[in-house]
């Protein structure tokens, strides 16, 4: 069974920064595609950032995070990061992981990508 365990939110005044892990845990643990979402109070789920977690790591972003976050993996613990700085109040929102084991043929940002999902974790950025 497939686990998926995000940590890390919390509150932040605006221009402050936070760092989300994400570790995942069960199908022989070989998870190459791992991924950052969010969705806000009145916003679909969107995609932030991901990474393809074998070979050099290829990182993905969203345009109104990048230069802000960023995505980064530790291998040996099956686990991601996400390095949240400057953070926006439009920024708020639930953040949730979602891994698989290979690349299903679309977009990094679309949902259907990914199988596995964490419950979410909380960010609240306040101006």
């Known amino acids: 069974q497939v686990q998926v365990v995000e940590s890390g939110g919390g509150s932040v005044q605006a221009g402050g920064s936070l760092r989300l892990s994400c570790v995942a845990s069960g199908y022989n643990d070989q998870f190459n595609w791992m991924a950052w979402f969010r969705q806000g109070p009145s916003t679909g789920r969107e995609g932030v950032a991901a990474m393809w977690t074998n070979g050099g790591g290829t990182t993905y972003y969203a345009d109104s995070v990048k230069g802000r976050f960023t995505i980064s993996q530790d291998n040996a613990k099956n686990t991601i990061y996400l390095q949240m700085s400057s953070l926006k109040s439009e920024d708020t929102a639930t953040y949730y992981c979602?891994?698989?084991?290979?690349?299903?043929?679309?977009?990094?940002?679309?949902?259907?990508?990914?199988?596995?999902w964490g419950q979410g974790t909380q960010v609240t950025v306040s101006s």
């Open positions: 979602a891994v698989d084991r290979n690349y299903g043929g679309g977009a990094w940002s679309e949902t259907n990508e990914y199988n596995f």
